[in-house]
């Protein structure tokens, strides 16, 4: 659909009237920027594979979705932090403790940032991290099995927004709070007005094991009360350093809109994570009483564990010198990113005309010269001047996050203006800009964040749709543009809905995910307690008013298929063990009037549903995804008997 100049001038004037101070709107590149091949350059025939994969952000529906590149297909949404009903994660009693919390069972999220592993700074394919901004937690997905191997809560956090960000080897991941809070362990009931005094911001640095992918909270850093919006980790010469956007240094309590706003510019935080370390090593921290979950998932067994941690270490900047400092930019700044190099650092302030660029190779000569403007909060702020390479003029209005070809150009997305402007990172020219449909947040260039961007593509994840596809009643679907990006001048191919609100997302070439991506769970390894790994394993067994029913399914019968004796006031649990060992051969297992979704069980392993009946009778069960020719055979029944009823337990 072509979308004329003056409607969306319209649109992204209206957006600007929101934002305080800007007045005027640029439409400049309004139009269509579709090409006429774009058809041909996003076919993927059929039967064919596409060239990426896609791990998007879902947003406020806590998930992850994975899209092929360039098709703009949908291959799976992977539930992170909410339950999905499609295959039982966070209603099977296998998965519930992955969403355990300090605050009870969690089962909703809102999941912002994706980051995907590294080795020297390089995708290795190996796992994708989530972050949950309102009950604060990091997810780590499995890029084999695509599931949700580990959660683990951050104490000392509210919103955690600048999250999870990845060092180059993935050893730290990082999670910064966005709301600074009164500390877990102090006086939590305060004057919301003493906010100044009482309220501290936090980054939790978390170390990730290399052969498990466990994570474990290494240390905290407390810091003033700002806001931490976003964050990169340096790399090649700047790979022991970590740069987090820093918002509201104003520390006001309300209306943040116009207070948090006030200064002219705010900070990016440089933290020298290697000396975070070293400090945290030496004992110049100190062990504060929190309360936080940690959910493992069991590979033999396929059971999530929720253990409760008590204590985190801490490491305040007074104690540890040489560790933080401050440097000033433009106002209120969201995404800070680090380009390919590890020299340049981008900043990107929301409310600011230009974009700036600065120099690591300053910011360390400014530091050995002590050039600094003072202190905020006891931290040293740099000199502005000093330690920046430079300003990109005019780039348009709203810039919020940028990623990188490998050829020497950044692609900022703009809100306001809502466009991609590409520029080039040394002379900070502006070298091309297209309209996006409309407002875009996030941007994703394959390899983007990395030391080797593979480039090809940016694809823009829109806040705004209007007009872009049939309409569905008052809520449209999100949308995504994918733009060819391997000439001089950037072109529009394909739009495409998302799940959810995306937010950032990374993009992988498949070759490095697809065969390592697993097709069976071998039934011999299945250690789950109540695995029937046959049909002459199936039992039903009481214990006291728990009825444990260990099931078999395989195309097509569920065994036992007919259960008497269980009475009312019984709790049953159905472990269903799917003994198939094909790719691609799920059972399913759903019981009228269970409250807590189906089950659906991969080949080789075993999963349960816990069934309390409210009302004597026969209850039918039956498998729920269609199997075989015989998928519909694959039922049975199971009779609830009064409570006190002498009928035998048979099956
Ligand atoms: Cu990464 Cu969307 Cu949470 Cu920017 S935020 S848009
Ligand atoms: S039957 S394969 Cu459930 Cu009507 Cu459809
Ligand atoms: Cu098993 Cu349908």
Redesign the pocket.
Known sequence: MKVNSSKLFILTASVAALTSGLQSCNSSSAGSASTNDAASKVYVAPGKHDEFYNIVSGGFNGQMSVYGIPSGRMFRIIPVFSQHPENGYGFSEESKPMLNTSHGFVPWDDL??IALSTTNGEHDGRWAFGNANNTPRIGRVSLSTFRTEEIIEIPNSAGN?SSPFITENTEYVVAGTRFSIPLDNSNTDVPINTYKDNFKGTISFIAVDQATGHMSIDFQLLLPGVNFD?ARAGKGPSKDWFFFSCYNSEKANTLLEVNASAKDKDFIMAVNWKKAQEYARAGKGKKVPVKYAHNVLDEKTHTATSTMINEVLTLDPKDCPDMVYMMPCPKSP??TDVDPTGEYIVGSGKLAATIPVFSFAKIQQAIASKNFDGSYDGIPVLKYDAVLHGEVQKPGLGP??TEFDGKGNAYTSFFVSSEIVKWDIKSLKVLDRVPTYYSV??LSIPGGPTKKPWGKYVIAYNKITKDRYLPTGPELTQSAQLYDISGEKMKLLLDFPTVGEP??AESIPASLIMNNSKKIYKIEENQHPYAAKGDNQTKVERKGNEVHVSMTAVRSHLTPDNIEGVKLGDVVYFHVTNVEQDWDVPHGFAIKGANNSEILIMPGETQTLKWQPDRIGVFPFYCTDFCSALHQEMQGYIRISPAGSNVALTY
């Open positions: 912002h940032h927004h976003l969201h995404g919020l996050h947040g996030h937010h950032y």
